[in-house]
């Protein structure tokens, strides 16, 4: 198998892999979702609130916050668990209580965003409560899960036949002419081409057309924030070779 990174961001990750099978595939799309191991808050001890947010509310609002850390981290003690802690009454007439407020016990492991909103509260309203995190995977809850928008798809390959009337500036690094008819194989390479070509084929059906190639397959996905990009589909192949492992072991 060939990996060709086309974009590697915290916000967004496009991998191209090269001589698999969809199957295969299917399954580091599915191990990213399910099977990566994340911190998140599975339980929440209040000591007071006094919002008229129950607790229940605010507990879900906190279990979905993202929190930051590394494989390294969650490799030590895979029964390991962190304390996050918010003491806090409103002097403001209105004041929001952001995840940057919660103060952890733990300096590895921390709120992904400083900015996620949890409540609003009025002056003298009061909250106080322990949040107890732990390490879990996606198929237990999606709060566990490290990524979002994951999909895959096979790379599209475009043939134009010239002349085409729409803009395609976006792919002149990636069209190859011969002969009158114009060839895209990697689309991905260019930015905003491959919307351009769909945009243009709608308008366009008679001289472009789209085919697949099965060879070579698009994953994409988002991080959450609680582990960087890389580590997210390293962990995910990881997984896939230790289920194929085991299913070996019992044949």
């Given at each position: 198998m060939k990996v060709r990174v086309i974009e590697l961001s915290d916000q967004r990750t496009?991998?191209?892999?090269?001589?698999?099978?969809?199957?295969?595939?299917?399954?580091?799309?599915r191990a990213i979702i399910a099977e990566v191991p994340t911190f998140a808050i599975d339980e929440v001890i209040f000591f007071e609130n006094t919002t008229p947010f129950f607790d229940e509310y605010i507990a879900h609002r906190l279990a979905m916050i993202p929190l930051r850390t590394s494989l390294d981290v969650l490799r030590v003690d895979p029964n390991r668990t962190v304390v996050l802690e918010l003491s806090k009454k409103a002097k403001?007439?209105?004041?929001?209580?952001?995840?940057?407020e919660l103060k952890s016990s733990d300096p590895l492991i921390y709120p992904a965003n400083d900015k996620i909103p949890i409540i609003k509260m009025r002056k003298g309203q009061k909250l106080r409560f322990q949040a107890i995190a732990r390490i879990g995977r996606g198929k237990d809850h999606s709060k566990w899960s490290p990524a979002a928008a994951v999909g895959y798809s096979y790379m599209p390959i475009y043939e134009l036949k010239d002349p085409v009337e729409c803009d395609l500036s976006q792919c002149s690094n990636c069209i190859e002419s011969d002969g009158g008819i114009s060839r895209v194989d990697y689309p991905v390479l260019c930015e905003g081409c491959l919307e351009a070509l769909e945009r243009c084929r709608v308008r366009n059906p008679d001289k472009i057309i789209r085919r697949w190639d099965e060879s070579r397959i698009i994953i994409s996905y988002e991080s959450t924030g609680s582990l960087r990009p890389e580590e997210i589909f390293s962990e995910a192949l990881n997984q896939v070779k230790g289920k194929l492992g085991e299913l070996l072991n019992k044949i």
């Open positions: 496009l991998l191209v892999l090269e001589g698999v099978s969809p199957s295969f595939a299917n399954s580091i799309r403001d007439p209105i004041e929001v209580v952001y995840s940057g």
